[in-house]
């Protein structure tokens, strides 16, 4: 996937989540104990950052 793909959708969650405030409280509470790890795991590679941050804002809460 290149940069620009990742960027959209990446961009496209975060407008997912602007209309989802609890799929945004979600992923807060999570990074809350994990973002260490989590950065860890997904903070070098952007399309898996861009496909996580795409299922934090999908999550059917």
Known sequence: MSNE???????DAIRT???R???I????S????????WIK?????PEQLA???K???EMEL
């Open 5 to 11: 793909e990742c960027a959209v959708m990446f961009c």
């Open 17 to 19: 989540m602007a209309k």
């Open 21 to 23: 405030p609890e799929n």
């Open 25 to 28: 409280n979600n992923l807060e």
């Open 30 to 37: 999570y990074l809350i104990y994990n973002f260490d790890k």
């Open 41 to 45: 795991v997904y903070g070098n590679d």
């Open 51 to 53: 496909m996580e941050l």
């Open 55 to 57: 299922a934090f804002a």
